[in-house]
């Protein structure tokens, strides 16, 4: 079979107008003669796969010869080895390290070793390994503090307890070693251990919180029974409080029944807390404020900057909401006492830049603001357009794309990563094939880049062209950044339902990036997300006979029943299409309630958006709203006009 695959390639490889339909005969013949071999073998792969997974190794060992040949015959060897690991020489795990080194199994592989090395006290092997390492596992980071500690470096007990201080959720069994020998040297003290009990509370980690207890000495710490109770009912827990607690780990659970009040009702924890605040230290008054403020944030409470006033120090999450609560009241000092508050990687996001440019210019520092827009301009996202329109640019015509060789796509397709990234796509299992990749491409010039995207696009990978071309820094294809696969259909029923193509196409490039078979974990399913009530509700409305839910994901079934429900989430949400971007994610009656009680520009409205995930959905649905405007020729709107105003909350 080999050799006639060469001799076809030699045969068409001189093109002519001759030789095209043959080849294509040829290349279909060979295509169809190869099928049944290729599903036999990618069903030996999902079959050892399986047996690696449920630990058969007989299984995977009997199948293995079977695929030797195989393009993913990688994994076969690391799913060996794995099996064998904590028996396996040293010098066996590094020769398949060296083999896997054109992948990102070699890293999990090295990973793998390092745990099984440091749980059987392998310490040198431990230490020549872990030099070099990319990406480390949480439980090797831990082994190596341990390792720190055994060999008294300078410094190691520190490091344990920045890590201890840093660790909000669970932590791998390798980490309370280290912890252990930090707490009995006095590193990390009982002030550490309640100090880590408050922030994994904080973020609702309540396992994780009673899991810290045995760190306290004489067991002084958490009621777990109170704990559950307060995160099950905080309001029925705290009506049974009187007078604060004076017991420490009494104190905290009423502290986060407080927290855990607020996230649902902001003014009613506040009444609760004031009762409870005189018996309370200052500091931890000023802690409660500073979450109340917060959430109250979150709601868009016009109370939430008092209550920040009367906060202590806060973390960079409370201030961007401090700022966000200042922008929708337009109080700009606030803003820039807020951004100016925060850490300065916090205070380089292309947000805070834009809207601390934009507070400076209502004070007339015009020069100071400028300064900040220019560079931001440059960049190629909402803020960079918003950033470019406030300097009088708006986005022009497409300009000139890098358009890379035959030569250099073909270099990319013979990659040992792209190709087992296009197999394991074949194969469905689209989260290893995304880590190969990535990995290929990790450390990728732009035009290395380019030529990757457009392989992808040849090759109808969507969303990898879009994802890859996007990473490009100054040699840019937005013909490959906004593709536009199925125009014709988005097209038709774009026109049918009265929608803005480049809007909809906005939209879907964020919602599946054009996986037509896209399922969230949530169950959304195709091209335009749809969840299976809303598409029954769709399918109700157009009068589909026999509509089944497992036809979603068709191509026709799904936009046409996506762009009929857009087109009801604009007519509910007053044609707004900021509005109705953020209804089709969030729900029309969330996007409804986050509006103000007078008119606001829209990207104030954005930017408050409470749901981290739908406003940066937002933000990204207009800003590509705009870039296919571009492409399909349709003329110049500001991003700005784009967004427009969001009407006020009384207006239906």
């Excluded at 690991?85 to 890293?107: F, I, N, T, W």
């Excluded at 749980?119 to 990319?134: S, T, V």
Aim: a positive charge; charged letters at 25%.
């Amino acid at each position: 079979m080999r050799a006639a695959t060469l001799r076809i390639g030699f045969f068409c490889a001189e093109r002519s107008a001759r030789r095209a339909s043959v080849c294509t005969l040829l290349a279909v013949a060979l295509l169809f003669a190869l099928a049944p071999a290729r599903a036999q073998s990618d069903d030996d792969f999902l079959a050892v796969r399986e047996a690696f997974r449920t630990g058969n190794r007989a299984r995977l060992d009997a199948i293995e010869p079977r695929l030797r040949s195989h393009v993913l015959y990688p994994y076969v060897a690391y799913y060996q080895m794995r099996q064998r690991l904590d028996e396996a020489p040293a010098d066996d795990v590094r020769a398949l390290m060296v083999q896997l080194s054109d992948g990102p199994l070699a890293e999990r592989l090295r990973n793998d070793w390092l745990k099984s090395a440091a749980r059987r006290g392998l310490w040198d092997e431990f230490d020549a390994d872990r030099a070099g390492l990319r990406s480390e596992d949480a439980e090797v980071t831990c082994y190596a503090l341990q390792r720190s500690i055994r060999l008294g470096e300078a410094g190691a007990l520190q490091a344990v307890r920045t890590h201890w201080l840093s660790s909000r959720r669970a932590v791998p069994e390798a980490c309370n070693t280290a912890y252990q020998s930090a707490l009995a040297a006095g590193a990390i003290s009982a002030d550490d251990v309640w100090a880590r009990i408050r922030l994994t509370l904080q973020y609702g980690q309540v396992s994780v919180a009673k899991s810290l207890d045995r760190y306290l000495p004489g067991r002084a710490g958490l009621n777990a029974r109170q704990l559950d109770a307060a995160a099950a009912n905080p309001r029925k827990f705290l009506e049974a409080r009187g007078a604060a607690p004076k017991a420490h780990g009494a104190r905290e659970i009423v502290l986060f029944a407080i927290q855990r009040l607020a996230r649902t009702s902001p003014q009613e924890a506040a009444a609760r807390f004031r009762t409870l605040a005189p018996d309370l230290a200052r500091e931890d008054r000023e802690f409660v404020w500073g979450r109340l403020a917060y959430y109250a944030a979150l709601f868009h409470d016009p109370e939430a900057l008092g209550w920040f006033a009367r906060a202590g120090e806060l973390n960079d999450d409370q201030l961007e909401w401090r700022a966000r609560a200042a922008l929708r009241t337009q109080a700009w000092d606030e803003l820039l006492g807020a951004v100016g508050s925060m850490s300065e990687a916090r205070q380089a996001e292309p947000e805070w830049r834009y809207w601390k440019a934009r507070a400076l210019a209502v004070q007339g520092k015009q020069a100071e603001a400028n300064a900040l827009l220019a560079p931001l301009s440059t960049e190629h996202h909402f803020y960079g357009l918003l950033a470019a329109e406030e300097l009088g640019e708006t986005i022009g015509a497409p300009s000139e794309a890098y358009r890379p060789s035959e030569s250099d796509i073909q270099t990319i397709a013979d990659m040992g990563a792209i190709r087992r990234a296009l197999a394991l796509y074949r194969l469905n299992l689209r989260f290893e094939g995304n880590r190969e990749w990535l990995w290929a491409i990790r450390d990728f010039d732009d035009r290395q880049l380019l030529a990757t995207a457009e392989y992808a696009r040849r090759n109808e990978l969507w969303d990898r062209a879009i994802n890859t071309a996007e990473r490009t820094r100054s040699v840019h294809d937005f013909g490959l950044r906004y593709l536009a696969p199925y125009r014709e259909q988005f097209r038709a029923y774009a026109a049918e339902n009265g929608l803005d193509e480049a809007w909809v196409f906005g939209l879907v490039r964020q919602e599946s990036r054009f996986i037509a078979d896209a399922r969230s974990s949530a169950g959304a399913m195709g091209l335009m997300q749809l969840m299976p009530a809303t598409a029954r509700w769709v399918a109700g409305k157009l009068g589909l006979k026999g509509f089944r839910p497992a036809t979603v994901t068709d191509l026709d079934i799904n936009i046409s029943l996506g762009t009929y429900y857009l087109r009801h989430v604009l007519d509910v949400l007053d044609n707004q299409a900021v509005l109705a971007s953020a209804g089709y994610n969030a729900g029309p009656g969330r996007a409804r309630a986050w509006r103000s009680d007078g008119p606001m520009e829209a990207a104030i409205y954005t930017e408050t958006i409470p749901f981290n995930e739908t406003r940066d959905y937002v933000k990204k649905v207009m800003t590509n709203a705009a870039y296919y405007a571009r492409m399909f020729g349709r003329g110049v709107v500001s991003l700005k006009e784009r967004l427009g105003t969001i009407p006020p909350r009384h207006d239906r």
